[in-house]
Nanobody, 118 residues
Framework: VQLVEFGGGMVQTGGSLRLSCTAS????????MSWVRQAPGKGPEWVSG????????YYADSVKGRFTISRDNVKNTLYLQMNSLTPADTALYYC????????????RGQGTQVTVSS
């Protein structure tokens, strides 16, 4: 099982980024997937989850209305479109297999860093 995230970077407040997570080694299409982030000195925070078919999406209150999770079950790829970014969104972002609404997804990728400057 392998999850690899891409798309992080440094942006200014109000900017946007699109994260991608490519999956291999398992039947991606039958698993719920999630995004989790961890800011320096803090514990993991669940950000968003999507069910296997892509019809159900869930968001933490802190990102609702700004972030959009989606998936392509043909390309085995999970996405997170992040708009209106603020410095509070600065963190290492991981994709995880499973766990629609918690940080319990396993395994996780290595993460991609998102840094938002004020």
């Amino acid at each position: 099982v392998q999850l690899v995230e891409f798309g992080g970077g440094m942006v200014q407040t109000g900017g946007s980024l699109r994260l991608s997570c490519t999956a291999s080694g398992f039947a991606f299409r039958i698993y719920d997937m999630s995004w989790v982030r961890q800011a320096p000195g803090k514990g993991p925070e669940w950000v968003s989850g999507i069910n296997a078919g892509g019809e159900g999406t869930y968001y933490a209150d802190s990102v609702k209305g700004r972030f959009t999770i989606s998936r392509d079950n043909v390309k085995n790829t999970l996405y997170l479109q992040m708009n209106s970014l603020t410095p509070a969104d600065t963190a290492l972002y991981y994709c995880a297999r499973g766990s629609l609404r918690s940080t319990g997804g396993f395994p996780r990728g290595q993460g991609t860093q998102v840094t938002v400057s004020s």
